[in-house]
């Protein structure tokens, strides 16, 4: 069974670009959640969708964005990009309400110059 | 809201001693809890999760842990370390109800030879 698979794995913008990441979950998962990681904030949530519906928001500026397809893959847009959105950003999918466990994919680490 | 503790940003331990690595959690609702191990430059990978039955839980690579409602703890140990399980632990807490993960700040494990 192929894992979460997060696009691309690295990629370097400039300040006030726009970036779209790109996760496709395993298969049968419905629900797809990211995550930020930094250095300084840790693992933080950003948002989970579920059936093309975003279930929850994390506290981030509507600057980040998400959506789903009805093919479950999910992807994620920041617009105006600032030099604190370098991260490593973690996609993560579930077959149930978060109580089997999350499957994380490796991320994809964007780095704002 | 819910929240989660990781005492000790780092824990050195020698090849074959025990691992302990803490965990305390706040959460206002029956949680889920999960332990999720880190290798550089990858995801995350889940060791163990506990959400109902047997308080102690075992995960992979030999590692266990076990749930205390009343001191609110989930303590991931292993009896016998090993080179290979030197990385960064992540405790995680959700509600069965609510489908974001809160994520400690991590332990850094380092295991001397």
């Known amino acids: 069974k192929a894992g979460v698979t997060q696009t691309p794995r690295y990629l370097i913008k400039t300040r006030g670009q726009q970036v779209t990441l790109s996760c496709s979950p395993i298969s049968g998962h419905r629900s797809v959640s990211w995550y930020q990681q930094t250095p300084g904030q840790g693992l933080q949530f950003l948002f989970e969708?579920?059936?093309?519906?975003?279930?929850n928001k994390g506290n981030f500026p509507g600057r980040f964005s998400g959506r789903q397809f009805s093919n479950s893959r999910s992807e994620m847009n920041v617009s105006t990009l600032e030099l604190g959105d370098s991260a490593l950003y973690l996609c993560?999918?579930?077959?149930?309400?978060?109580?089997?466990?999350?499957?994380f994919g490796s991320g994809t680490r964007l780095t704002v110059v | 809201a819910q929240s989660v503790t990781q005492l000790g940003s780092h824990v050195s331990v020698s090849e074959g001693a025990l691992v302990l690595l803490r965990c305390n959690y706040s959460?206002?609702?029956?949680?889920?809890l999960f332990w999720y191990v880190q290798y550089p430059n990858q995801g995350l990978q889940l060791l163990l999760k506990y959400t109902t039955g047997a308080t102690l839980v075992k995960g992979i690579n030999g590692f266990e842990a076990e749930f205390k409602k009343s001191e609110t703890s989930f303590h991931l140990t292993k009896p016998s370390a090993h080179m290979s399980d030197a990385a960064e632990y992540f405790c995680?807490?959700?509600?069965?109800?609510?489908?974001?993960?809160?994520f400690g700040k991590g332990t850094l494990l380092t295991v001397n030879p």
């Open positions: 959460s206002s609702v029956p949680p889920y």
């Open positions: 969708y579920f059936s093309e519906t975003q279930r």
């Open positions: 993560a999918s579930s077959d149930r309400q978060g109580s089997a466990g999350y499957t």
């Open positions: 995680a807490v959700s509600g069965s109800s609510n489908y974001k993960l809160t």
